[in-house]
């Protein structure tokens, strides 16, 4: 297993930025894939964006052009860069890593884009 915490949510103006950390109490290089993942209220959980180990990046559509998914090998660290937020982004944020043997998920960061 492998503890995450995220950081990085709050109050944002539609329009303006966030980035999200998700610090891992291990190498990230233990999980095959790294995501992040969203649920907003009455809705269920999405996936944003992921990270494989080798680099390969994917993104729901509705984020594409607008958020960028990165990793710090040196801090364990994944990121979620979010710029151009929309009111529709609003949801809870969730970091996920998936190993060989575990399936690990953070508790979560909230982000509110106000119209």
């Known amino acids: 297993q492998v503890q995450l915490v995220e950081s990085g949510g709050g109050l944002v103006q539609a329009g303006g930025s966030l980035r999200l950390s998700c610090a891992a109490s291990?190498?990230?290089?233990?999980?095959?894939?790294m995501g992040w993942y969203r649920q907003a209220p009455g809705k269920q959980r999405e996936l944003v964006a992921r990270i494989t180990k080798g680099g390969n990046t994917n993104y729901v559509d509705s984020v594409k052009g607008r958020f960028t998914i990165s990793r710090d090998i040196v801090k364990n660290t994944v990121y979620l860069q979010m710029n151009s937020l929309k009111p529709e982004d609003t949801a809870d944020y969730y970091c996920?890593?998936?190993?060989?043997?575990?399936?690990?998920w953070g508790q979560g960061t909230q982000v509110t884009v106000s119209s």
């Open positions: 291990r190498n990230i290089f233990s999980a095959n894939v």
């Open positions: 996920n890593f998936e190993g060989v043997n575990y399936n690990s």
